[in-house]
């Protein structure tokens, strides 16, 4: 089970972090993502970490202001969104893979947080 959190109403150029705990499952033997869905829009990658928590990758969109981490002792992986904009508005969704790292394609998690919102006005 995964549970995000964090979400809310922000001004532009404000920063927020998000978290997703996890429970029910060996967190470390996963790879985890974070995905978006702005309104009227079809969901996107954001950005995912392996296993390690060595290594991240991201969506051009967000690259240089968003960072994702994780915390395997807690069972949490974070997405720390800097310098935020308007467009970022969306729910926001972690998602856990258990085979596949660095994956931006949505069918290669297999387990998927509620989704948080994150709301930046201008």
């Known amino acids: 089970q995964l549970q995000a959190s964090g979400g809310g109403l922000v001004q532009a150029g404000d920063s927020l972090r998000l978290s997703c705990a996890a429970s029910?499952?060996?967190?470390?033997?996963?790879?985890m993502g974070w995905f978006r869905r702005a309104p009227g829009k079809e969901r996107e990658f954001v950005g995912s970490?392996?296993?390690?928590?060595?290594?991240?990758y991201y969506a051009d969109s967000v690259k240089g202001r968003f960072t994702v981490s994780r915390d395997n002792a807690k069972n949490t992986v974070y997405l720390q969104m800097n310098r935020l904009k308007p467009e970022d508005t969306a729910v926001y969704y972690c998602a856990a893979a258990s085979f596949y790292s660095d994956s931006e394609f949505e069918d290669t998690y297999d387990y998927w947080g509620q989704g948080t919102l994150v709301t930046v006005s201008s």
């Open positions: 970490i392996r296993r390690s928590g060595y290594s991240a």
């Open positions: 029910g499952r060996p967190f470390s033997n996963y790879a």
